[in-house]
């Protein structure tokens, strides 16, 4: 059997002219990349929450303007509400081709902007490049007040700066990757500690505790204690 060859990059492809779907996923997998073909909005948004993608090809062309509405839907900042990284690049290929149309495009999140028919060439080289200043862009994650900048190793709560040790920062990095989701004990346990058994509880009640006081000294809104199961972030 032939070793399987991983992608340089997982690429979603949300094109719903089939002939140019078939023709951009074929000459991506032949560039190496992992390619995923969406024919619809619906499609690719499935595709960005089960899939962690590093960059869309978004056709603007959609029915009911859903390429935009997705756009909007993917750079909302915010956790609680958009389960999808709002980092993944974009990419607009489109063929309307109106100064209109580029720049309200570029104005609602895209990285860049494609004007249909295209060369395949060109259309490489802004993919490699918008993935390379993906990269070192800044990773912001967000969830309600609480913004995590993982380039700066910041966190704000209502534009206030908090000091936090690494494992409180390890700790609120994994909660708020899925704020509404439960991680049990023993998950929190080895993904900060290491601890492939329970038996250090007190530990994690303690940095959970002095967590929740940090994010909210009033009120204690973050960090939820699911008795008997383990933590998440928010509230259902």
């Known amino acids: 059997m032939l070793p399987v060859r991983e992608g340089i990059a997982r690429i979603v492809v949300c094109e719903d002219d089939q002939p140019t779907l078939e023709l951009l996923c074929e000459h991506l997998t032949a560039d190496r990349f992992s390619v995923l073909a969406a024919p619809s909005a619906a499609d690719a948004m499935r595709l960005c929450l089960y899939n962690d993608p590093d960059l869309m090809l978004l056709d603007l062309g959609l029915p009911d303007a859903a390429g935009l509405d997705l756009l909007r839907e993917i750079r909302n900042p915010d956790r609680t509400v958009n389960r999808v990284d709002p980092g993944i690049g974009v990419i607009i290929v ?7 149309d580029r720049v309200r495009g570029l104005s609602e999140g895209a990285d860049d902007y494609v004007q249909k028919p295209f060369s395949y060439g060109e259309l490489l080289a802004r993919i490699n490049s918008v993935l390379r200043r993906r990269r070192r862009s800044h990773s912001l994650v967000q969830v309600g007040e609480i913004e995590i900048n993982d380039v700066e190793h910041t ?4 534009g206030r700066y908090l000091r936090l040790s690494m494992k409180e920062y390890a700790l609120l ?3 708020a990757n899925e704020p ?6 023993e998950e929190l346990l080895q993904e900060v500690w290491g601890y492939r058994s329970s038996g250090h509880t007190r530990t994690l009640e303690a940095h959970c505790s002095r967590l929740r006081k940090k994010l909210d000294p009033k009120h204690g809104r973050y960090v939820v204690n699911c008795w008997g199961v383990g933590y998440r972030l928010v509230g259902p």
Do not use: A, N, Q, W
Not at 155 to 158: A, F, I, Y
Not at 180 to 185: L, Q
């Open 155 to 158: 966190v704000r709560v209502g």
């Open 173 to 175: 990095k994994i909660l």
């Open 180 to 185: 509404s989701r439960v991680f049990s004990k």
């Open 94 to 100: 489109s063929g309307r081709s109106t100064e209109r």
